[in-house]
């Protein structure tokens, strides 16, 4: 590996082609870490879709440990939660054993994310009313609890255009609707709403988990790297 990348290199399955979101992963990630992702291709966004990807995301893990990452990250939720919370772990532990090498999933580390905040009972929002069902379940598996939490249904192709004021109205109007929630929890790497967090967690007064500030989040932990970064929510500011 480069020495510019003198932190660590993470590996990254990737679940699609869309630009924008590792893009913002990457800037929000201190320098001299490094990230190699492979991607796949998901185009219909469906359940069927999702439970046939297991066998690819284990063909690209195997690729980047051979290359010598010091983490993979296994990134898009739905698959792994289609899973079941208890069956997703015992997966990623034999992967990790048969390649040698520490991985984790988006939706491992949302969970840890939410728990590192103190939230039990949250907010939750997503962009699709099939992922929505299917986070709903594998969050009562981890035990914790959705006082509500509503999609933003557009296509699976157009993702990326939901504006983080569409987001930020969205959240907040079901905050208000739900109160007694210990914190928002936003679901999906497909948009770039890494701003919003700092906006709504001062808005709100409450903490909020969003997917790709718990990828930075923790690549931070397990490169054991410590360069809090303001501006993008308390994970990032305070790296519990």
């Known amino acids: 590996m480069s020495f510019a990348l003198w932190r660590g290199v993470v590996g990254m399955v ?3 082609r ?3 979101t590792l893009e913002e992963l990457i800037r929000v990630l201190p320098e001299g870490i490094g990230i190699i992702p492979l991607l796949l291709n998901f185009k219909a966004g469906s359940t069927a879709e999702f439970r046939k990807s297991i066998p690819q ?12 990452v010091d983490l993979i990250i296994l990134s898009g939720a739905p ?18 054993k048969k390649y040698r090498i520490e991985m984790v999933t988006d939706p491992q580390m949302q969970v840890a994310g939410l728990r590192a905040m103190g939230i039990k009972k949250f907010i939750g929002a ?3 009313a099939v992922q929505n069902r299917i986070v709903l379940d594998y969050m009562a598996q981890a035990g914790l609890k959705a006082l509500s939490m509503e999609p933003i249904d557009v ?3 157009r ?8 987001l930020y109205a969205h959240v907040k109007k079901l905050f208000r609707k739900h109160p007694g929630a210990d914190g928002i929890y936003i679901q999906g790497g ?18 909020v988990v969003h997917a790709t500030i718990c990828q930075a989040w923790q690549i931070h932990k397990r490169l054991r790297v410590r360069e809090t970064t303001p501006g993008f929510g308390r994970l990032l500011a305070e790296l519990p």
């Open 126 to 128: 997503s962009y699709s």
């Open 57 to 68: 995301y284990e063909h690209f893990a195997a690729e980047l440990a051979e290359q010598g």
């Open 14 to 16: 990737r679940p699609t």
């Open 159 to 166: 993702v990326a255009e939901i504006s983080t004021h569409t």
């Open 18 to 20: 869309r630009p924008g």
């Open 155 to 157: 296509p699976f192709d």
């Open 79 to 96: 698959p792994f939660m289609l899973l079941g919370h208890q069956a997703e772990a015992k997966l990623v532990r034999q992967w990790e």
């Open 190 to 207: 497909g948009w770039q709403t890494t701003h919003v967090v700092a906006m709504l967690e001062n808005d709100l007064q409450v903490p």
